[in-house]
């Protein structure tokens, strides 16, 4: 079992902030990553940290990427992230997939669920996605050769959310839930 584990972002385009957190998204999941590659090697599964390469635009860096993960040979590609609104009100994780991907959609419900117990927020659930809320393409759920998610931790603008979410992370829980939800998909396939 290959599992690659993608740090959302990259260290010149962080993605969302947190007020809360005082942190930036790619900054917040460099240990998460660390940590889900750590639990799925523990498991017996061979996993790998990938990262964006920056100061190359955003398609380009997703073209090689994606391209490096496709010859990786992955069996499951998951994405970290955490989500971010103007309306603090919004709370909760969710995982996307390709729409029309079937295991994915799998991943994606075995992980979101997995996260929404670590964290302790409401599960969002596999959410079927092609394009960002943006509209820019999901490059890694649309070019990758096997299934991916895209995990959306927490909302880090959301300030309970987020101190949940922190206190996930550096629990280890996060890291945890992740690789084991990500190692029992798999091995279910």
Known sequence: MRVA?????????????????DTWEWAFNLPVAAGV?????????????????????????????TDELN?????????????????????GCCALH????VRGNMAAAAISEAVAGAVQNRNRGAIAQADSWSGAPLYILRDTVCPAVIVESFFGSNPD?????????????????????????????
């Open 5 to 21: 584990v993608v740090v959302g972002h990259d260290d010149e385009n962080q993605g969302a902030y947190s007020k809360t957190l």
């Open 37 to 65: 590659v750590q639990g799925l090697d523990a498991r017996g599964a061979v996993a790998k940290l990938f990262e964006r390469t920056a100061g190359l635009g955003y398609s380009t860096a997703m073209k090689v990427l």
């Open 71 to 91: 010859a990786w040979s992955a069996d499951l590609v998951v994405s970290l992230h955490f989500n971010s609104m103007g309306d603090t009100s919004f709370a």
């Open 98 to 101: 390709w729409p029309s991907s």
């Open 161 to 189: 959310d987020a101190t949940k979410g922190g206190a996930a992370r550096d629990s280890g829980a996060l890291a945890a839930a992740i690789a084991g939800a990500a190692y029992e998909v798999v091995a279910s396939w």
